[in-house]
Structure formats: C-alpha cells, structure tokens
C-alpha cells in the first residue's frame, strides 16, 4: 500500500486513478452549458454529476491525508530544476482544481437558490440567493472543469515525455510496483 523508494505505493496510485476516472466522467455527464444540467429532462444526469463532484472531493481530502501519511517516492528522477518547478506548480494547479470545482459548484448552485441533489436527498441552499453572483459562480465552475482537462492533459503529456523521450521511471512509478 504504501509507497517505496522509487515508486508509488498501491494507495496513491488508487487515488491518482481513481481521481482521474472519476473527473473524467463527471465532465462527460455535464455536456453543455451549465444550465442544461438543471432542466428537468437532466435531472438524473444533474444527480450523478452532483454526486460524483462530492466523490470527487472527498477522494481528493482522503488522498491529501494519505500524502500526509504516505509521501512521494524518496528517490525521484533527476530531473533539472525548471522541470521539477513546472512539475511541483502543475501539480498545485491540479489539487487547486480538484477543490475550487466542488467548491465552486456548491457555492453557484446554492447562490442561484438551486438545491445540490444527490441521490436519494436534496441539500437545500445554505446561503441567502444572489442570482448574479451564483451565475458568475457557475461560469467559473464551468471555466475551471474545461480548464482542469487542459491541465491534465499536458500533465499526462508530460508522463509520456517521460516515457518515450527521456526513458525514465516517472511514468512506471505511478503504474506499476516493480
């Protein structure tokens, strides 16, 4: 489970995958502007990408905690040093991402007077409604999901640079134990 000298233990790389997938369904399920998901035809769809936001957050405290409990690699690729900065900010941008997205999504939808719906119950706004500010709120949500597929993107681009130009371990590390 946890993470060796030169490779991610088995927990890490589950939250690393389980994280991506999990982005990536939600933002399939939210086609569209982000109005067409409160129409009632996209009730279910709205349900499931609610519900996969809230997964998505909670996977993403639980992996903070595991990094905490469990730090990268002890040995990592020589790399120089603008190519472990790049490294360390897209990774920052990342986890910046995987929390202003739910953040921004709750804070949107609560703002414009809409209730979060997961499945099986209804969380009715917590907030006094602000129709303006929930809709600029939304954009940004919208902004930020088209944003975070870019970035992970170039962050995958990035392993495979890894892979088939510099031949090196940083992309087996993240996939495979030996």
Do not use: C
């Amino acid at each position: 489970m946890r993470s060796t000298s030169s490779r991610y233990g088995a927990g890490a790389r589950l939250f690393h995958w389980l994280t991506a997938v999990l982005v990536l369904i939600a933002y399939v399920l939210s086609s569209g502007d982000g109005y067409s998901l409160y129409s009632a035809s996209a009730d279910g769809l709205r349900r499931i990408h609610e519900a996969l936001g809230v997964l998505v957050f909670s996977v993403v405290v639980l992996r903070l905690i595991w990094r905490l409990i469990d730090g990268a690699p002890a040995k990592q690729q020589r790399m120089s040093q603008l190519m472990t900065l790049i490294a360390q900010l897209v990774h920052l941008a990342l986890y910046a991402f995987l929390i202003a997205l739910p953040t921004t999504a709750v804070l949107g939808t609560w703002l414009e007077g809409i209730p979060v719906t997961l499945p099986g119950v209804d969380i009715a706004p917590q907030i006094t409604k602000a129709h303006g500010l929930g809709h600029l709120i939304m954009e940004i949500h919208t902004t930020l999901g088209n944003a975070i597929l870019w970035l992970a993107g170039v962050h995958t681009a990035a392993a495979l640079f890894h892979y088939f130009y510099l031949r090196d371990e940083v992309l087996q590390s993240m996939i495979t134990d030996a």
